[in-house]
């Protein structure tokens, strides 16, 4: 059973808390689970905020910018997971917009906070069998030999490379060759990186140019389609969609985490995050760090596989 709700609100607060819950329920039609929910955080809200005193309505129009953000900091702190953080911020937000329309209070201060953002879900990294039975089977799926083996060089690619989907269909013609031991890419916001490439990249490269029907030339795209034009994203998503279903993938098997992959083996072999963050193009070793994330996930699943007390009484 449910706790009664407690609001840290004086004698004069306390009803217009109560008209507010009024007009969620029969203005707005939140059901009484929604209704809950909000009422129970705007009350840790109220708690939070201030500890010491019955909250007053002069008080919450007092409160100031540091004061909503001195809450959050608080509730970060005590590791509330930022969906949570965002659903009790919009709670407070849509109770200050009731006194703000209703002319019962006005805060301008909480219009400037914002809604804690979501850690980007990574999609979950192939085993290295995995892998490379996508590089081995992808040719299968193809109408033709040639697009077989041009999807396996673009799978090659941002397996062995890191590449963005949308990076290694940007390549020309000249931009790899034989003898080339770095392949410069400019990425996301034109930034340029360097990333190092193994021999097995120009050797799929090579294969797919050899039985390519169309005569290629310096500076024009290096993957086309059945048609000669550029190559699009949505092709290569389709034929993963296709091969994952043969050999028995999840869903979250997409180009993007052939590149999730290529990142999450290196970390596993011991590769600094700075490096990591270089081959990648991140920006931000912040966004690199979220592979640390994925590691830890992984060492702690195989520690509850393999540890002999996780399977005793």
């Not at 270089?278 to 912040?286: A, F, P, R, V, Y």
Request: with cysteine.
């Amino acid at each position: 059973m449910k706790q009664d709700i407690k609001f840290n609100a004086d004698a004069s607060l306390l009803p217009i808390i109560t008209k507010w819950q009024d007009w969620l329920l029969k203005q707005r039609l939140y059901s009484p689970h929604t209704l809950d929910a909000y009422s129970r955080d705007l009350a840790i809200f109220l708690e939070k905020v201030n500890p010491h005193k019955a909250l007053s309505l002069d008080d919450l129009a007092g409160l100031e910018v540091r004061d909503f953000r001195r809450f959050l900091s608080e509730r970060a702190a005590q590791y509330v997971k930022k969906s949570s953080m965002g659903r009790e911020l919009s709670a407070v937000k849509n109770f200050f917009k009731w006194l703000d329309i209703n002319e019962i209070a006005k805060n301008p201060a909480i219009s400037v906070i914002s809604t804690p953002r979501k850690g980007k879900i990574l999609p979950k990294a192939l085993e290295e069998d995995d892998a490379y039975n996508l590089l081995c089977e992808i040719t299968d799926v193809a109408q033709d030999a040639w697009q077989g083996l041009r999807d396996r060089a673009i799978l090659c690619l941002l397996y062995g490379c890191g590449l963005r989907i949308s990076e290694a269909l940007a390549l020309n013609i000249g931009d790899i060759t034989a003898q080339s031991d770095f392949l410069r890419i400019k990425g996301k916001g034109n930034k340029e990186r360097v990333v190092p490439l193994l021999p097995i990249i120009w050797q799929c490269i090579d294969a797919y140019l050899a039985k390519s029907p169309y005569q290629l030339n310096v500076g024009e795209p290096l993957f086309l389609g059945a048609r000669g034009e550029r190559l699009s994203p949505r092709i290569v998503q389709r034929q993963l969609q296709k091969l994952r279903g043969q050999i028995g993938l999840s869903d979250n098997v997409t180009p993007h985490a052939l590149r999730h992959t290529f990142a999450t083996q290196l970390l596993r072999k011991g590769v600094d995050l700075r490096s990591i963050q270089e081959l990648l193009g991140h920006s931000s070793l912040i966004t690199t760090q979220r592979y640390t994330d994925v590691q830890t996930e992984t060492l702690q699943n195989d520690y509850h596989k393999a540890h002999p007390l996780e399977k005793s009484d």
